[in-house]
């Protein structure tokens, strides 16, 4: 059995995220960016690196061990010629509860490969209702399931 990705693009692993982490070029920013919010969830931190625009890459990455990130949603994409831009929002839940970040993120490409430059983000608490849909993806009620 193959595993989906944790992209959430409906395909598996193999055939969507899992070339690119092996060095294969992202096709867009859309790929890219869904790229690494899997290595996000899969916890890549050289792959994230690596996929940093050279002059906004951070020297060290350390990722929140409690960060377990649930969801993805892309809101809207673009690219023309060298640049790129995606709106996405990703839900996660750490030790303080849910969140979902927001972010309008730039995109440019480098020496045929594209790379994330910059974003600009809004990070908000998630405070699901007793009766929604619990944000875990569970398929349960909040108040069944994580409340």
């Keep these: 059995m193959t595993s989906a990705c944790p992209c959430q693009s409906g395909l598996p692993y193999t ?21 690494r919010y899997s290595a996000f969830v899969l ?16 020297a060290t990455l350390q990722l929140d061990g409690e960060e377990q990130w649930l969801g993805l949603e892309i809101l809207a994409s673009e690219s023309q010629g060298d640049q790129g ?38 990070v908000q608490a998630l405070k699901p209702g007793r009766n929604d849909p619990c944000p875990c993806g569970s398929g349960k009620k909040y108040k069944k399931c994580c409340a």
Excluded at 16 to 27: D, I, M, R, V
Excluded at 92 to 98: E, L, N, Q, T, W
């Design 43 to 58: 916890r890549l931190t050289d792959y994230l690196r690596e996929s940093w625009h050279p002059h906004t890459r951070p």
């Design 85 to 122: 831009r995606v709106h996405f929002r990703a839900t996660c839940r750490d030790a303080a509860g849910f969140s979902v970040l927001e972010e309008q993120s730039r995109f440019e490409k480098v020496d045929g490969h594209w790379r994330y430059r910059d974003g600009d983000a809004r």
């Design 15 to 35: 055939q969507c995220c899992q070339p690119l982490h092996q060095g294969t070029a992202a096709a867009s920013p859309e790929a890219l960016m869904r790229s």
